[in-house]
């Protein structure tokens, strides 16, 4: 039995249910209570409602299989632009009660609520029963919730029920919900793991909880010891409010259909890749040490090289040179490829460098002034204004020729002043009669 | 709260607070409720004050724009709760909406009679007048050459209709 008070910390977990495919059924009543799917536009499913789950269809499973076992499912192209609103209206919704709001990914956040019943007036019950409200109701989906001490048990939580749960995980009940949970369901905990502590006869999380510290410390790394605590409801991860602005890699990956070995179309595909990474490590003022650049081939092999540098750079066209010089070593002109990928790693915050005998760095510098106004030519005009005259083939080319291309509503619905590159940041719901 | 505002200030007693917080809510800079609990008042957020001019004269228009608004805080009330549709045909020409207007809409209000509404019928947005007659709710077009609907069942009314946008 673990022994706790109810709440020494109030931790919320907020997790959308089906959260793609739910902003396209929020958008769109007629699609309400059929089996729909999302990610049409990369050939496999990337989010599914509920009623396409009770027909089998499994996350990333490819469009024609879905067809096979459920041919009236909807398929729908990402619409990320909606996906991307609706996530910011999650985090602002739960902004309205708690400041410290972790942005943990697109269809979750984390919120602290310690210490706020007094204020607010409410239970921490209250409280977590408002903000589900709040969202059901303004975001036209449901969220699953679970409230707890710490975030390891939060998660927990937010899992025990969905769709549309919220699960109160007061410390004196934690042993009810830990017992019934079998322990590789816990937050972090891999299947190398549990099957090591199977091996060790713990099977459930509350068997896991209720081992002792020094057990776990002889028996377990320092990141397990970590979630051994919030099992037993002492906060070692706080909720991080920074907003995401610090990034361990980058990386940008797109597919193009029909498949092609044509060496300048692959390079100037990857050299997009390149350009739309930067745009990302510029808005965080970041600059890579390293990179990594590949080719997947038709029947899914990657190719790839990776790339140290001498030191940081925050422009792309440092970065392509190199990759045009060893391109070679990875690119065989008889096999057909199906995708390019860049990862920008050893990040750090973009500073200006010491200078270098060659003058490379001026050079760098220079152009790193170049891409700020390229950035600002973006802000006032749209993403890629301006770009690399190595990316050109790329940027004239539809990503998906053929049937593939499917565009989200969203950019074949324009109100007069928008534009295909430009839209209001209101979602928008169609046409009403 | 009163005893920490005490020692911030250097302030003899709680009584020299309360006078200056009673003077602050008067202001407007402090909001007091009626458990007499305290909170932020209209100091917070971007008014800019006459304080901050840099240089030459001070701007009699800076202090004149404090008091404006955006149009998006004038055509949006909650935000999060904000969104858009596209009319499609004339079911609401007599209520000056017509085809290809934009509309901004609100979810989580109750409509009253009278609104002009969302809703949800045949798996398809509609929008048209909510009307409530003792027991009868209907939906009714501003245009005479369509029928009113009457739900068989539930009427999902999904949002309230704030604002009409036309761009020429």
């Known amino acids: ?433 | 709260m009163y005893s920490e505002i005490m020692t911030l200030l250097g302030f003899k007693s709680k009584n020299a607070v309360f006078k200056l917080v009673g003077r602050l809510v008067d202001e407007g800079f402090l909001n007091k409720d009626n458990k007499g609990r305290l909170s932020p008042g209209s100091f917070y957020g971007a008014v800019r004050t006459l304080g901050y001019v840099e240089a030459g004269f001070p701007s009699p228009a800076e202090e004149e724009l404090a008091d404006t608004i955006t149009f998006d805080e004038y055509l949006v009330g909650n935000r999060e709760a904000t969104y858009i549709l596209k009319v499609r045909g004339d079911s609401m020409k007599d209520a000056g909406i017509v085809e290809g207007d934009m509309v901004i809409v609100e979810r989580n209000i109750t409509p009253r009679s009278g609104d002009i509404v969302i809703a949800e019928v045949d798996g398809e947005w509609t929008i048209k007048y909510f009307r409530k007659k003792g027991n009868v709710i209907f939906l009714e077009p501003a245009n005479k050459d369509f029928q009113p609907i009457y739900p068989k069942e539930e009427l999902k009314i999904s949002a309230v209709v704030k604002a009409v946008v036309r761009k020429y």
Request: aromatic share 12%.
């Open chain 1, 1 to 433: 039995m673990l022994k706790l008070f109810d709440f020494p910390r109030a931790i919320l977990h907020i997790d959308g249910d089906c959260f793609f495919a739910s902003c396209e059924v929020a958008k769109n009543p007629s699609l309400r209570g059929k089996p729909v799917i999302t990610g049409s536009e990369r050939g496999i499913v990337s989010s599914l409602t509920y009623e396409a789950k009770a027909r089998g269809v499994k996350r990333a499973m490819s469009l024609w299989e879905v067809k096979k076992i459920c041919p009236d499912a909807v398929f729908l192209p990402s619409d990320y632009e909606t996906y991307s609103l609706f996530s910011v209206r999650m985090y602002e919704i739960v902004r309205r009660y708690t400041s410290d709001v972790e942005e943990y990914s697109i269809d979750e956040c984390f919120a602290d609520l310690t210490g706020l019943q007094r204020p607010l007036n409410m239970s921490y019950e209250k409280i977590a029963e408002s903000i589900k409200r709040d969202l059901d109701t303004e975001l036209g989906m449901t969220f699953s919730i679970g409230l707890a001490p710490t975030k390891v048990l939060a998660k927990i939580g937010s899992k025990w029920k969905k769709p549309s749960g919220l699960t109160i995980m007061p410390g004196r009940n934690l042993h009810y919900f830990l017992e019934k949970l079998s322990v590789d369901k816990v937050w972090g905990i891999g299947p190398q793991t549990t099957a090591y502590l199977n091996k060790l006869g713990v099977r459930s999380a509350l068997d896991f909880a209720q081992k002792d510290f020094d057990w776990v410390k002889s028996c377990l790394s320092k990141p397990y010891l970590e979630i051994w605590k919030e099992l037993n409801g002492e906060v070692v991860n706080e909720v991080d409010t920074a907003r995401k602005s610090l990034y361990q890699s980058i990386s940008k990956t797109k597919t193009f259909t029909p498949q092609s070995s044509d060496k300048a179309f692959i390079l100037s595909q990857l050299s997009k890749n390149v350009e739309n990474a930067f745009i990302k490590a510029r808005r965080y003022k970041l600059a890579a040490k390293k990179f990594f650049f590949f080719l997947k081939t038709q029947d899914f092999q990657y190719a790839g090289l990776e790339i140290k540098m001498n030191r940081q750079t925050a422009s792309p066209n440092d970065i392509i040179s190199l990759i045009a010089n060893r391109f070679d070593e990875i690119f065989n002109p008889r096999q057909l490829y199906r995708a390019t990928g860049i990862i920008l790693t050893d990040l750090a915050e973009h500073k200006p460098s010491q200078l270098d005998i060659f003058g490379e760095v001026l050079k760098s510098d220079k152009y790193f002034k170049i891409f700020g106004s390229v950035d600002d030519m973006a802000a006032r005009y749209g993403k890629h204004t301006l770009f690399l005259g190595t990316s050109w083939q790329a940027m004239n080319f539809r990503q998906h020729q053929g049937g593939r291309e499917a565009k989200a509503d969203r950019k074949s619905v324009l109100f007069k002043g928008e534009t295909i590159r430009k839209r209001l940041a209101i979602p928008m719901l169609g046409e009403a009669w």
